[in-house]
């Protein structure tokens, strides 16, 4: 397979073509960083905070490009894993205390990295469009990696999984710390890259083409269905091969 030029860093720029992930259904979950009401809602308590300083306007394609993007292609994977049977897990910023005081360090800072979300809250639940239902499975965490402070690598490694699917807010923190800290434990990782979004597209394509080959294989959606498509149409898994089906 040959790497998206778009993302192909200094590093591996004489690579030539690198394997083809295969996606095996029993042993590759999802998992959506952040999507949460606080961070993608336009009347959000966020939001509006934007808006009373002055700094919405430099927001609004942000949120354009979740709108009319991000959430779209997550829904698309959301169906294709819940047709199929595959985990599917979230990663969220949450606190258990009511005054924040498990937080990290970094999220009780100053400025945008200060994040305080009790666990009960509204604008801390996961958006309507991808709700998790039955067996889907959340993951507090109260830094930018979901696997650190949390059982999420202990609970990968009892179910059997050995890729994970990543996609989510933001590409270059939340949803960086979390494929660098699932590669350095040992999985395999595909990052959607039209199902992510960060503050910028300079900043999302820069960390795209930072952890490329190295720490993830970057994807679009479509592509990442199709492997699970090509999965199935080999004979290797006991569903039909088309998800419209």
Known sequence: MKVNEKYLNFYYETIGEVPEPVIDPKKTALLIVDM???F???DSPEAEAFKAAGEWERWIPFHDRLDEIVIPNNEKLLAAF???NMPVTYARIACEREDGEDRSPVQKSDGWNGIF???KNPETQIIDQLTPIKNEMVFDKTTDSVTTGTNYLTILRFM???RVIVTGIVTDQCVACSVRG???AGFKVIVCEDACAAGNMELHDAELKIMSVIYCDVLSTDETIALIRWYDCNGC???GCSLDG
């Open 237 to 239: 898994w006991r569903y």
């Open 82 to 84: 819940r047709k199929y």
């Open 182 to 184: 699932l590669a350095d």
């Open 40 to 42: 993608v809602l336009r």
């Open 160 to 162: 059997g999984i050995e």
């Open 36 to 38: 949460q009401n606080q």
């Open 117 to 119: 979300l009790p666990a």
